[in-house]
């Protein structure tokens, strides 16, 4: 969290509708703590805050492009937030079938599949290493099916 401390608030501006003379307004809001309806009612309260200046006839453009703006810098931050995340990871380990009322060749696919979902799931396997796993999973589980039904799978 410390690497996004710099990014606890959001500047809300309107550039467009300030006069060429003025200082640029501008108004953060902290997004630390809250959820997306605070924050979405206190981007709406500074973009209306900002633009309370502006001349009327420009008052609509001016928080609509607040708006967008905060809008925009709202998602770049959680962008960057997720970016620091490590990714989920999926492991499966175990993928049961069922075998009653399928035929031999039903049961080999589904045990086809079922490998190759194991083998996703694992972290950092090149295509040689994936093949090679499914094969191995593969022959791992026709042992355990021959191994429980005798001859007959």
């Keep these: 969290m410390k690497t996004f401390a710099a990014f606890a608030a959001l500047a809300i501006t309107a550039a467009i509708a300030v006069p060429a003379g003025a200082a640029t307004n501008e108004v953060r809001v902290s997004i630390a703590n809250k959820n997306s309806v605070q924050i979405e009612n206190e981007i709406k309260a500074g973009a209306a805050t900002v633009c309370a200046a502006s001349p009327k006839a420009y008052a609509d453009a001016c928080v609509d492009s607040a708006l967008i703006n905060a809008h925009r810098q709202l998602a770049s931050i959680l962008r960057a937030r997720e970016a620091g995340k490590a990714p989920a990871a999926e492991t499966v380990s175990v993928v049961r079938i069922s075998l009653k009322g399928k035929t031999r060749d039903q049961i080999h696919a589904e045990i086809r599949t079922a490998a190759a979902t194991v083998c996703k799931a694992q972290p950092n396997f090149s295509v040689v290493t994936y093949q090679a796993c499914v094969t191995d999973t ?15 799978a």
């Design 138 to 152: 593969v022959r791992a589980a026709k042992a355990q099916l021959q191994a429980r039904m005798g001859d007959a």
